[in-house]
């Protein structure tokens, strides 16, 4: 049994994406572990457990991406891959290595294998603005038990602005003699959501059960997280209702605030654009697109991002132009 401890603050951003990594490294492996989380919240917390910033992963009480001059602190703790890029967690490659694994080539076999092929997003050498939207059309639920679930989920953000408990969902699927955690994973296989190691729902596109930078407020009160920029301006033909987005640039922060009626959106300022880009990988558009599809104040502030970013692929689409992709790639999937 190999036992994992996320030593971390109260509500450390990071941990969802180093929990989500552990579940990619491990997925199919023939090992036993368990996985536990420690809070520390006091630097003599931090020296007592030893945690040199939040989330630090200790495997079998041994810390293995220790770096000699880290200290234990409160503070974030910042990992950098073979590319020289930073990151809030360890990358996959870099886990199954602590993990005491071969061949870090099997991550990329390991990743793809964890959700159907038909849904993967974001290839190498493609459109990303079409593959997202191709993508997302293929990702649909596979029969009525995940159809009633999914539009179960899509309401209860739609209604309350969070993501259902497992206990909400399970009536529904007992109709269908299942369980709502089978039938969770069944959705999350297919990249129509995205669960955590705990079960829990991490999100369901368009909508996040975490803050993002895209805040979208609805008609009702309601507020909502979207996953991305595209996903922000689809909304408002997801649920036939007027909808207006505040964010802010992906490079400078400047705010942007954006109302959007089905396929017409107006932005403040008006020049604002959004990039729309991916790794050169493959995986659930969680993953792999949507921390990089995000809006800029103007064409020239987008490309700088790009510019500053060689390791993302994308290009720049004009608000009418990614507001036409959001209603394609939502108009028509909630249902009454």
Same mark, same amino acid.
């Given at each position: +049994?190999?036992?994992? =401890? ?44 030893? +945690? ?48 005491? +694994? ?124 979207? +996953? ?27 705010? @942007?605030? @954006? ?19 991916? =790794? ?22 987008? =490309? ?33």
């Amino acid at each position: +049994m190999m036992h994992l =401890e996320i030593l971390q603050v109260p509500d450390c951003p990071n941990v969802p994406l180093l929990e989500q990594r552990i579940g990619q490294a491990l997925a199919g492996q023939p090992i036993q572990w368990e996985l536990r989380h420690v809070i520390v919240d006091d630097p003599r917390s931090a020296e007592l457990t030893g +945690m040199t910033g939040s989330p630090t992963l200790l495997v079998d009480g041994h810390d293995p991406f220790a770096e000699p001059d880290q200290v234990p602190s409160v503070s974030c703790r910042l990992y950098r891959d073979a590319t020289g890029a930073v990151g809030g967690a360890p990358t996959v490659t870099a886990l199954r290595t602590a993990f005491g +694994m071969d061949s870090p080539a099997a991550d990329v076999r390991v990743y793809v294998e964890s959700i159907n092929p038909a849904a993967q997003c974001c290839p190498a050498d493609s459109d990303p603005a079409a593959d997202l939207e191709a993508s997302r059309g293929r990702a649909t639920p596979t029969g009525p038990a995940e159809t009633a679930v999914h539009q179960a989920i899509l309401r209860s953000f739609a209604e309350r602005g969070t993501s259902p408990t497992i206990y909400d969902l399970e009536p529904i699927a007992r109709q269908f003699d299942s369980s709502a955690t089978a039938i969770l994973r069944s959705l999350h296989d297919a990249d129509v959501i995205r669960i955590e190691i705990s079960g829990q729902i991490r999100s369901a596109y368009p909508f996040s059960a975490s803050p993002s930078p895209h805040r979208v407020h609805l008609p009702s009160g309601v507020e909502v997280y979207a +996953m991305c920029a595209i996903d922000a301006l689809g909304i408002s033909s997801r649920l036939g209702t007027d909808t207006t987005i505040t964010t802010s640039d992906a490079g400078d922060q400047a705010p @942007i605030t @954006i109302s959007v009626r089905g396929i017409h959106a107006h932005a403040q300022p008006a020049t604002v654009v959004v990039y729309v880009g991916s =790794e050169a990988a493959q995986g659930p558009s969680a993953d792999i697109c949507c921390s990089h599809i995000n809006f800029f104040k103007d064409r020239a502030s987008g =490309e700088a991002w790009a510019t500053a970013h060689p390791n993302v692929s994308g290009s720049v689409l004009d608000l009418d132009e990614a507001t036409t992709v959001g209603a394609a790639v939502f108009g028509t999937l909630l249902g009454t």
